[in-house]
C-alpha cells in the first residue's frame, strides 16, 4: 500500500515533442505529490508539486494531472528539449508524517536533439 | 545561501565494518531527512529528524542510526554493514516539517560501495 508504480522505465522523445510519465499509488492518505528531476551525479530537485484538490497543475513546460478517483498522476513535459534529459521521480507523502516521501522507480528521459 | 552538502562524496567499505556519512543542511533548516537509492532506483527513506530529535523512520533496521546537530549538520551511521548496503545515501534538508508546506533540498549524494 505504500508502493508508488511509475511508467514507462525508460522514455525517448524528439526535441519539440510531449514526454508524458505516469504514477500510481494505493494510499489513500496521501495528499501531496512532487515530482523530482535528478541529473546524473546530483540529487533530486523538485520540479513541480500538486495537491490532491486541484486536477491539474502548470509551471512553464511542465504540467501535472491529477486523478484522485484513479489514484493516478502524470507529468506532461511540453515541447521537450535535450536539456530535459535526466530521470525524472514521482514521489507522494502523507503531510501528517513530514518529509517522509515514498518515491516511484523512475523514468529516464532522453530528448534526442 | 549555501546548499546541501555531504561528505565523503565516494566511500569503499568492507562487510561489517561502520560507517559514518555527514550532511550540512541550508542555514535556517529544522528538518534533514536522510534517504537510500540504491542503482536504478527511486530514494527510500530511512529515517528524518526534526530539532534534533528522530521524528519518522521507514522500514530499516536499528543499525541505521543518526544525529541532528544544533549547527544544522547531520550524521548517518551505519553499523555492521552489508553487501546491500551499497549506494547512493542522500541528505536533505527543509525549513518545515511538513511535505506540503516546505521545499526539500536533497544534497548530491555519499556513493557508498561495501565489499
Known amino acids: 500500500q505504500q508502493q508508488v508504480k511509475q511508467s514507462p522505465q525508460s522514455l525517448i522523445v524528439q526535441k519539440g515533442g510531449i514526454s508524458i510519465i505516469n504514477c500510481a499509488y494505493e494510499?489513500?492518505?496521501?495528499?501531496?505529490f512532487p515530482w523530482y528531476q535528478q541529473f546524473p551525479g546530483k540529487g533530486p530537485a523538485l520540479l513541480i508539486a500538486?495537491?490532491?484538490?486541484?486536477s491539474e497543475k502548470k509551471e512553464g513546460r511542465f504540467t501535472i494531472s491529477f486523478n484522485k478517483s484513479a489514484k493516478q498522476f502524470s507529468l506532461h513535459i511540453m515541447d521537450s528539449q535535450p536539456g530535459d534529459s535526466a530521470t525524472y521521480f514521482c514521489?507522494?507523502?502523507?503531510?501528517?508524517?513530514?518529509?517522509?516521501?515514498?518515491f516511484g522507480p523512475g523514468t529516464r528521459l532522453s530528448v534526442l536533439p | 545561501e549555501t546548499g546541501v552538502t555531504q561528505s565523503p562524496t565516494h566511500l569503499i567499505k568492507t562487510r561489517g565494518q561502520q560507517v559514518t556519512l555527514r550532511c550540512s543542511s541550508q542555514?535556517?533548516?529544522?528538518?534533514v531527512s536522510w534517504y537510500q537509492q540504491a542503482l536504478g532506483q527511486g530514494p527510500q527513506f530511512i529515517f528524518q529528524?526534526?530539532?534534533?530529535?528522530?521524528?519518522g523512520r521507514g522500514n530499516f533496521p536499528p543499525r541505521f542510526s543518526g544525529l541532528q546537530f544544533p549547527n544544522y549538520s547531520s550524521e548517518l551511521n551505519v553499523n555492521a554493514l552489508e553487501l546491500d548496503d551499497s549506494a547512493l545515501y542522500l541528505c536533505?534538508?527543509?525549513?518545515?516539517?511538513?511535505?506540503?508546506?516546505?521545499?526539500?533540498?536533497f544534497g548530491e549524494g555519499s556513493r557508498l560501495t561495501v565489499l
Open positions: 529528524y526534526y530539532r534534533e530529535e528522530e521524528n
Open positions: 536533505a534538508s527543509s525549513r518545515v516539517l511538513r511535505s506540503d508546506t516546505g521545499e526539500l533540498f
Open positions: 542555514s535556517g533548516h529544522n528538518t
Open positions: 500538486i495537491r490532491p484538490d486541484v
Open positions: 514521489a507522494a507523502s502523507d503531510s501528517n508524517y513530514g518529509q517522509n516521501f515514498v
Open positions: 494510499n489513500t492518505a496521501f495528499d501531496y
